[in-house]
């Protein structure tokens, strides 16, 4: 009987430290796994969270580059006036001289104007398109003429790959 009772303090001893280990472990466990489940949840936020920023910048980079590209468009918007006077001094010039040098200036006009990209639009002989002209008069249409076709521009129309800077005034038939 010694042997038995000398045991079974033993085994109840060796089971108390066991169980307090198991739960012990078990709670240590659950803190590892609640911390992983922070962990993923803070790496997920920091993901989205930097996708956001990226998005953001992005956005407001090309913000940017829009508006200073509509900042250079209104300047040479409004440099479209100096070339229609210039052409109107052009046509009604008489001395030689004087023409050569206007005729210069057109044409640096037109080489800053082709250095931007823009061209100029030019739709006579065409249907009348409200996406690029203006209609500012109809005329009767001739004999074999068509109507809806432009016939004369008034005013040049100006565009800039596929935005239009200015609309051209036309003369439609009718």
């Known amino acids: 009987m010694d042997e038995k009772e000398t045991k079974q303090p033993i085994e109840e001893g060796a089971e108390a430290p066991k169980a307090e280990k198991k739960k012990t472990a078990k709670k240590w466990q659950e803190e590892v796994a609640a911390a992983q489940a922070d962990a993923e949840e803070s790496k997920r936020k920091w993901y989205a969270v930097t996708a956001e920023y990226e998005n953001y910048r992005r956005r407001t ?12 468009n209104d300047v040479i918007s409004a440099l479209f006036p100096v070339g229609d006077n210039l052409e109107r001094a052009l046509s009604t010039i008489t001395d030689e001289n004087t023409k050569q040098g206007v005729e210069m200036v057109l044409k640096a006009y ?24 203006e209609a500012i008069m ?4 001739q004999d074999g003429e068509e109507s809806g076709i432009v ?24």
């Open 61 to 72: 980079q090309n913000q940017s580059a829009q508006r200073y590209q509509e900042g250079r």
């Open 110 to 133: 037109k080489k800053v104007l082709e250095g931007e990209g823009v061209e100029e639009i030019d739709p006579v002989g065409q249907p009348f398109d409200a996406d690029v002209a």
């Open 138 to 141: 109809a005329i009767p249409a």
């Open 151 to 174: 016939k004369q521009v008034y005013v040049k129309g100006y565009k800039k790959g596929d935005k239009v800077l200015r609309y051209a005034q036309v003369i439609v038939t009718q």
